[in-house]
Structures are given as C-alpha cells and as structure tokens.
C-alpha cells in the first residue's frame, strides 16, 4: 500500500477527548492504525461526522494523514477541506457522555452545492419522504454531482427511475453547470427498500 500523505494539522482534541480516546485506542483487541474522522451528511442544516477505530492495514486508498498529538487521524479528500480547525469534545452529562464535534466551516464551499442540496431540500425530499427516502448531496466536482440515497430508498428497485427521471432533470433545470448526477450509495446494504428490486 503507498504511503498516505500527511496534511497539516486541521483537527484539534481537547484534553479529555485525548484522554478518552487514547484509552479507546489502548483498549482494543487488535492494532490500531489510528482514527478516521469523516463529514457523513448535512441534513437538517448542520454537519453529521464519524469517528471510527481503524485498524493497522484497514486504511483506504486515497486517505490523507492528520497528525494531531500521538494519534493519526485518516480522513478523505471530500472531508479534509471542511475538517479545517474541528475541535472534538468530551462531555459527561448525568447519564450521558460522548463526543461533541465543534465545527467552524461553511456548509459548502461551492455555490452550486447550496443550490443543489436546497433544490433536494424544498423540492425533492418531500417528495421521496412519503416512502421513507432521501437524497443528500455528497459533493461537485467539475461539472459532476454525487449524491446518496437513504432509508426507502437504499436498495429500491425504482431508484434508477428517481435519479434519471426526478433527481437528474430537476438538478440540470435549475444548476446548468451540472452535467451528471452519479448515485454513490451502497444500495447493497438496504435493509427496508420502499420497492424490492428484481431477482435476477
């Protein structure tokens, strides 16, 4: 496996998460590589992240290596520019504990993405809600947009119709700069499709 580049420093713990997560990472049964800190969604306006455990020689190809004290955090490259000065908490609550993710970054950085998830947002979630899906936008790059399906929708058999005949046509009519929506979900892992695809 090729080395992972290394980038500057964007992700800061607080002592106690350090602590808590250095015990973590001590406390496995196997190896640990380090962590891997990803942006999941924005829905409902804000970021969603994910913190994991990666172990020694699970790290993905294409990873970029932030160095933050003594554990190495992976991250991808649609990420890594919205990971820029994250600071992760610890709180213990009464009942209640984990880790609380401060982030100062825009949403987006291009101004088609806000236009493409707010189209996704008014129009076409309400629509794809009624059988228990939805649509966030991933990212754009170039004159490609990527997206990916949740709840009813992961693993449909009409999803090729939603995309190319719904999602695709509306983005294209509002976003000209859009040429292609690419569907980037697993929708193998679907475990409540609103239309069970065909055997085949």
Not at 26 to 47: D, K
Not at 116 to 123: E, G, P, S, V, Y
Not at 135 to 148: D, H, K
Request: include cysteine.
């Amino acid at each position: 496996m090729a080395e992972t580049p290394t980038v500057e420093p964007i992700v800061r713990f607080t002592d106690e998460a350090y602590a808590k997560l250095s015990e973590i990472i001590s406390g496995h049964a196997n190896p640990v590589a380090g962590l891997r800190l990803q942006i999941t969604s924005r829905e409902g306006g804000q970021f969603h992240h994910l913190l994991s455990l990666v172990e020694d020689g699970a790290q993905a190809e294409g990873d970029l290596k932030i160095e933050a004290g003594d554990i190495c955090v992976f991250t991808d490259q649609r990420s890594a520019p919205y990971l820029r000065n994250v600071e992760v908490h610890y709180f213990e609550e009464g009942d209640e504990r984990g880790l609380e993710f401060r982030n100062p970054n825009p949403l987006w950085t291009d101004p088609r993405e806000f236009q493409i998830q707010d189209l996704f947002d008014q129009f076409i979630n309400p629509q794809i809600s009624a059988h228990g899906g939805r649509i966030e936008l991933i990212a754009v790059e170039g004159r490609t947009a990527y997206v990916e399906f949740s709840g009813g929708c992961v693993g449909c058999g009409m999803i090729n119709v939603t995309l190319q005949q719904g999602v695709e046509v509306a983005v294209k009519e509002n976003v000209p700069d859009i040429d292609q929506i690419v569907d980037a979900t697993d929708h193998n892992s679907g475990t409540n499709p609103y239309y069970q695809p065909s055997k085949k």
